[in-house]
């Protein structure tokens, strides 16, 4: 049953019974028997004689495995690991409305990240690495909304003030698939931040590294990315494929 969603899933048009039985190895007999019980099943749709295709069945059942799958979940163990070899804290933070809101967070014993970067800590998009990966992922109308919005107070010296500022960060943003908070939300702390996507490519959170700034290290950046990734990839986002 399995091997004959598999390649019922390779083709994006009803395939004929006989090309089925080809490609998994199976008897037309066998195949055409396996294939009428998960037509009652709603597992595959018959659309013609000896015609097949995925059935409206899977689609309810991977809508219900997807909204079970909770990002918070998924991202746990990625973020220990990450954690445990870096020995930094590690946050999930996701977007509400004009601010990021941390989620989860693995926490270092020696680091001095207390203030903002807890759980249910919240920062504004601008001044968060992760909030700049939301604002990247924007149109250029609607940062200009948000910068008019908000008009992008600042938290430190550091932070970004003016949208024009804000638009060059974007760029180095969408340029690299990483972003930087560099002391722009709280003085002595800085972040990096990668993308987390779900099964559609939408945004849907972003992992964070913070760090002191005497033990910040640029180098980490493609370890937090390669966890990102991971992480969406546990959700069902592939590059290049989803929507």
């Not at 019974?17 to 055409?32: D, F, I, R, V, Y």
């Not at 990625?78 to 954690?83: F, G, T």
């Not at 690299?176 to 490519?201: F, H």
């Amino acid at each position: 049953m399995m091997t004959l969603l598999d390649v019922l899933a390779l083709h994006a048009d009803p395939v004929p019974l006989k090309q089925l039985a080809q490609e998994t190895g199976l008897h037309p007999s066998t195949a055409h028997r396996i294939l009428g019980a998960m037509s009652s099943c709603g597992f595959v749709e018959r659309v013609d004689a000896g015609v097949y295709r995925l059935g409206i069945r899977l689609l309810q059942l991977g809508n219900l495995v997807k909204t079970r799958i909770s990002v918070r979940e998924s991202a746990v163990e990625w973020m220990e690991q990450l954690h445990q070899t870096t020995g930094e804290s590690v946050n999930l933070g996701m977007r509400d409305g004009d601010v990021i809101v941390y989620v989860e967070r693995t926490s270092s014993g020696r680091s001095a990240v207390r203030v903002v970067h807890i759980v249910g800590g919240r920062g504004p998009l601008h001044t968060t690495a992760t909030g700049k990966l939301f604002l990247a992922d924007m149109s250029p109308s609607e940062v200009k909304d948000y910068a008019l919005r908000t008009s992008l107070p600042a938290a430190t010296p550091a932070s970004i003030t003016s949208l024009a500022s804000l638009e060059a960060e974007l760029a180095k943003v969408r340029q690299s698939g990483l972003a930087y908070d560099i002391e722009e939300l709280e003085i002595g702390v800085r972040c990096i931040a990668a993308a987390i996507r779900d099964d559609t490519g939408k945004l849907i959170a972003g992992l964070s590294l913070s760090t002191p700034t005497e033990r910040f290290n640029p180098d980490l950046a493609e370890l937090v990315r390669k966890t990102a990734d991971a992480i969406s990839h546990t959700l069902g986002y592939q590059e290049g494929l989803s929507a």
